[in-house]
């Protein structure tokens, strides 16, 4: 959203979750429009980008947890914060939590309140107390235990659905997810409920605006005209109306109207209900200030030297199939995945098969000078000959398995477009190999890319290794890979 805003984009109003994204969306204008990077000086009205604004909902941030799991954490006897999860997670290798990447609202602000509580703070989070040497060491500290990265909340939900506590044990939300699953998942389908822990050190809150952009300084780039200022402020008084503001509360989120009692009869957080306990008006009892963009910038940095470290082997079908655009889309989204990996703290190894293992480049820092003999690989690939799809999942996950210690989250990120013909090994030999490791499996994602690929074989594989299943076609995989990446 922030980048289309900066490109002319053909619309004149956003709606991002949280309005941070309004001021990344600021900053990077002013630094597009006066070459100052990082300046968070006054900005004249004439060079912003955003214009009206109006907050419409708000939801704070909350760890949603399965109810059994919150009660082994101590709720509701005692107040639960980012230590609490650690100390848990690392005495049960078995439980499992997640927090989605910091592109998205929800990882970010969860990110931003663990160096806030690092620092021992509530206000005022600066650069220096976000980089001081403590403040990273109990960030680390926290991010150790974590599972894996992550889109956000909607994808966690329907695995939720799919494989309930088997999948995750707690992850990182918007309060009102915990609202709706308990509503459409526990009331209706018979599921756990969620409970919302509010973290004892403080939390910070999505507030959903509706921003209004100021367009026309850029030539080729049509002006908000007055009528659109009319219809933005029309919608506006629309979202913020007594009957919207009621809706948006009914739906789970805690109206911007201050005056809406939010433990009336009938409303989510009432003490009736299925969501009776489970989430608490009068939470969280600390609100975290937000810090500014300079900040959020430097804690978004940051955060790549304390973030759990990443053992990433891409497994790419390089059969006769994949030749002419095929090959060539292929080359373009490993491209687009190895350039996100920016932590040199994580390794990416490759496997090019086709009737068998045609290269195997092992695992490597990506630092500077081994990211671009990746790409140089990447870009001399070839299609030739069969598919050793299992055979090359294999030697992947063996050698993940030989050299885990631990610390990373090992992962296989594998995509064919057809069907297994030439491989030694067959999926119970996998199966096997998976089993027979120390300590948490890779996750294995599987990407059938176009039509004739085995999608039961990739289905399999992908439960097998506990990650997901994905189609791409020639148009999205690129972008399919992107997200990908944001799981490390």
């Given at each position: 959203m922030v980048d289309a805003a900066l490109d002319r984009p053909g619309f004149q109003a956003i709606s991002p979750d949280s309005s941070l994204w309004l001021d990344q969306l600021d900053q990077a204008w002013t630094a597009q429009t006066s070459g100052q990077a990082g300046e968070e000086a006054a900005i004249p009205v004439g060079q912003q980008r955003i214009g009206s604004q109006v907050r419409y909902a708000v939801s704070p941030i909350v760890i949603a947890a399965w109810e059994s799991a919150a009660r082994e954490l101590g709720w509701p006897d005692q107040p639960v914060g980012w230590e609490d999860i650690q100390q848990l997670a690392t005495q049960d290798p078995d439980f499992k939590w997640n927090h989605p990447s910091t592109s998205t609202a929800a990882g970010l602000l969860a990110t931003l309140a663990e160096f806030y509580a690092g620092a021992g703070l509530t206000r005022n989070l600066t650069e220096e107390a976000a980089t001081a040497p403590e403040t990273l060491e109990y960030v680390k500290n926290v991010e150790s235990t974590i599972q894996f990265y992550g889109e956000g909340e909607e994808v966690i939900v329907q695995r939720l659905a799919e494989e309930g506590r088997d999948f995750l044990d707690a992850f990182v939300a918007q309060e009102r997810v915990v609202i709706d699953w308990n509503r459409t998942q526990a009331d209706q389908q018979g599921q756990e409920r969620l409970v919302a822990i509010y973290p004892k050190e403080g939390a910070l809150w999505t507030d959903h605006p509706l921003a209004l952009l100021e367009l026309g300084s850029r030539a080729d780039e049509l002006a908000t005209t007055n009528n659109q200022h009319l219809t933005f402020q029309a919608f506006a008084d629309y979202l913020t109306s007594a009957d919207v503001q009621q809706q948006l509360l009914a739906s789970g989120y805690r109206p911007a109207d201050l005056s809406i009692p939010l433990d009336a009869p009938g409303s989510p957080f009432a003490d009736t209900g299925v969501n009776a306990g489970a989430v608490d008006w009068r939470q969280p009892q600390t609100t975290l200030q937000m810090p500014g963009p300079a900040v959020v910038d430097v804690v978004k940095n940051v955060w790549r030297l304390t973030k759990r470290p990443t053992n990433v082997y891409l497994v790419v079908d390089a059969s006769g199939s994949m030749s002419g655009p095929k090959i060539i889309r292929t080359r373009q989204a490993l491209t687009a995945f190895v350039?996100?990996?920016?932590?040199?703290?994580?390794?990416?190894?490759?496997?090019?098969?086709?009737?068998?293992?045609?290269?195997?480049?092992?695992?490597?820092?990506?630092?500077?000078?081994?990211?671009?003999?990746?790409?140089?690989?990447?870009?001399?690939?070839?299609?030739?000959?069969?598919?050793?799809?299992?055979?090359?999942?294999?030697?992947?996950?063996?050698?993940?398995?030989?050299?885990?210690?631990?610390?990373?989250?090992?992962?296989?990120?594998?995509?064919?477009?057809?069907?297994?013909?030439?491989?030694?090994?067959?999926?119970?030999?996998?199966?096997?190999?998976?089993?027979?490791?120390?300590?948490?499996?890779?996750?294995?994602?599987?990407?059938?890319?176009?039509?004739?690929?085995?999608?039961?074989?990739?289905?399999?594989?992908?439960e097998l290794g506990g990650g997901q299943f994905r189609r791409a076609d020639a148009t999205d995989i690129e972008e399919l890979y992107r997200i990908i990446s944001t799981y490390f």
């Open positions: 350039n996100q990996i920016q932590g040199d703290r994580d390794r990416v190894g490759m496997i090019e098969f086709g009737d068998g293992l045609k290269a195997f480049t092992p695992l490597r820092v990506m630092d500077e000078g081994n990211r671009a003999d990746l790409l140089i690989q990447i870009d001399a690939m070839e299609a030739s000959g069969g598919t050793a799809l299992i055979d090359a999942v294999y030697a992947a996950v063996a050698d993940l398995q030989a050299q885990s210690d631990g610390e990373a989250i090992d992962a296989v990120v594998v995509m064919t477009d057809g069907k297994e013909n030439s491989s030694a090994y067959e999926l119970r030999d996998l199966q096997a190999l998976l089993r027979s490791g120390a300590g948490r499996p890779p996750v294995i994602f599987t990407i059938a890319f176009g039509k004739d690929a085995d999608e039961e074989l990739l289905q399999a594989i992908a």
